[in-house]
Structure formats: C-alpha cells, structure tokens
C-alpha cells in the first residue's frame, strides 16, 4: 500500500493533536511534518515530497489560502477550519476537501480517501449516462468537450450536440477522470484534449472561448503547461 504523507499546518496545537490522532488512525496515512505557520510549511515543502497538506485558514502572519496561492504545484489540499463562509473560496483553489471544525473522525476519513481515490489507478469509464429531456442518455466520455454550470443544471457539450441535466458541476467533476478534464472557472469543465488554444484569461475549446477563473488562473496555466509538455 503507497503510504501518503501528510503535512499538518496548524496555529491551534489541540487541533493539531486531533488530526495527528487520526492520521496515525488511517493506515495509509504518515506524518511528515507539524507546521504552525505557513512559512515554516513553505521550508518544509521544499525538502520533503508531500501528499496531502491539512490547512487552517486562519494562520499567524501569511494566511492559509494566501500561502496556497504561491505554491506553483500544491500537493492535494484538504481545508481545516471553524469558519464555513471560505468554501466557495477554497473550492476554487482546488482543494480536495473543505472541513470545518471540530472534525469528526468519519469526516476525516471521507475526505482522506478521496485522495486515496486519486492515488490509486482503476478503470476509468468509457461513457456516463445523465437524464436529459425525459429520457436516459449515454455520452461517450471521448466525445466531451466542456461541461458548463447553469445554477442546479449543467449543460455537457459534446462534437455532436449538447444535453442539460439537474446536476451539479462539483459532483460531475468527481466522477470525471481528472487527467483528462479540469476546471477552470467555477462554471466550467473543459476536456484537455480538446483545448485548441489559450492564452492567460481564456481557453478556446472546438472554436468556443471559455473564461478563466481569476482564483483558477496560477493552477490552469501549470496544468495546460504540464499537459502539452508531456505530448
């Protein structure tokens, strides 16, 4: 079993007891440093691979999701805090999960194995099947180019047409194979294979301009970079 180490940033020392605690709880789980400020995390970042860091947001001097955006290639992120209203903020800085204080084991534990989901090769699915227009329809997963948000429905454009489902942008993107599709904005999913063009604000997919989110924009361009060098 890949054991996947674990940085705990963190001010509050019972709440980083607790998430030693269940770190050493979770077998695939090891404990690579404790950090109680974002700037000892950076100098650990820099000498040691790690898998998952758990964040605070509210740290002494540099802030949490602050000292997330100068990470060029941020490990997965798991977000710690007492405060709900940073969600939406975190979410697009691409965090793996978003936890709120006091955290419960179980809660924990569903957020560490979606990392171990990301960490471990399975068969990936050839098609999806969405709910479209009173009927059941199958999409070809090669046939997606972007996935567009529209309040509790999302629109999945393909080569051959489009279909709207009651469906949220964040559970699709769960679903999807996220080596082959990323978001962008906190309205869009574009397939990479499919991207034509882009530049630091948008992305032309099969001849549409999509917007880059301004919290997305670091991630975006390091991963149409690391996507096209790796062609």
Known sequence: MNM??????????????????????????????????????????????????FLDIHLPGLKGLDFLRTIKNPPNVIITT???EYAIEGYELN??????K???????LTAVNKVKLLDTPSPRHTTITIHSDKKNVVIP???????ESQKEY???QTTTG????KYSLSKIEEELDRKLFFRIHRSFIIALNKVKAYNSNEIDVAGKLIPIGGNF????SQKLANYFDSK
């Open 4 to 53: 996947l180490k674990c940085l705990v940033v963190e001010d509050e020392p019972l709440a980083a007891d607790v998430l030693q605690d269940y770190i050493e709880q979770v077998p695939f789980l090891s404990l690579a440093g404790r950090c109680a400020n974002a700037l000892t995390a950076l100098e650990l970042l820099n000498t040691i691979e790690i898998d998952i860091i």
């Open 82 to 84: 007492a405060y709900h």
């Open 95 to 100: 965090v793996i999960d978003y936890l709120l």
């Open 102 to 108: 006091p955290i419960e084991f179980n809660r924990f």
């Open 141 to 147: 997963i090669d046939t997606i180019l972007f996935i």
């Open 154 to 156: 999302i629109k999945i």
């Open 162 to 165: 489009h279909h709207v489902t």
């Open 217 to 220: 924009k670091d991630t975006v």
